[in-house]
């Protein structure tokens, strides 16, 4: 089965650049999905389709792909930011999500 | 704007069979361009995905659950709905249902969840 791979935490300072990755076997060729959850809150959909914005996400983030690699990347990081985000994909009649990265702004 | 809201048990006994319903506003559960999901989230882990159905009764299935699983959807009531056997304390999480739209291929509306515990 396809497996997704992020790192469990990363530390942003405030108004800086996070980015977090997703690691899966040539992800490049897939369509990749980020969701942010905030705690005691459901998932939300911040980037569909690699480096697309669903409507009332902002432009500070971004997603782009390659290789083996997707990444999320968050400029200016508020602390509104600090949560945790999971990236996903379609495979094989699945879907698949990743483990999960805790954003902590400092 | 879409809507949508579970409503389960809360507590199931382990060897039970949970059944949990996502209520639709805003929207039709026969809208063919939406595939309806669960996914859920266990304490303090990520999340695993769990279904995914279409009003045409095309479905997936996470293969480690699918021998203890039915989806299903009802356009009179504009619900869709889930149903889980055979129950385990490993089955505890917060379960979610979601709408998956062809246009961007991604769970795009979530609900709130409904956390589902099981115990004796």
Known sequence: SYELTQPPSLSVALGQTATISCEGNDIGSKSVHWYQQRPGQAPVLVIYGTSNWPSGIPERFSGSSSGNTATLTITSAQAGDEADYYCQVWDRRTEVFGGGTRLTVL | ?120
């Open chain 2, 1 to 120: 704007q879409l809507l949508l809201q579970e409503s389960g048990p809360g507590l199931v006994k382990p060897s039970e069979t949970l059944s949990l319903t996502c209520s639709v506003s805003g929207g039709s559960v026969s809208n063919t361009d939406y595939f309806w999901g669960w996914i859920r989230q266990p304490p303090g882990q990520g999340l695993e995905w769990i279904g995914t159905k279409h009003h045409s009764g095309s479905g997936y299935y996470n293969p480690s659950l699918r021998s203890r699983l039915t989806m299903s959807i009802d356009t009179s009531k504009n619900q869709f709905s889930v149903t889980m056997t055979s129950l385990t304390a490993a089955d505890t999480a917060v379960y979610y249902c979601a709408s998956r739209i062809k246009t961007k291929n991604a769970f795009d509306v979530w609900g709130q969840g409904t956390k589902v515990s099981v115990s004796s």
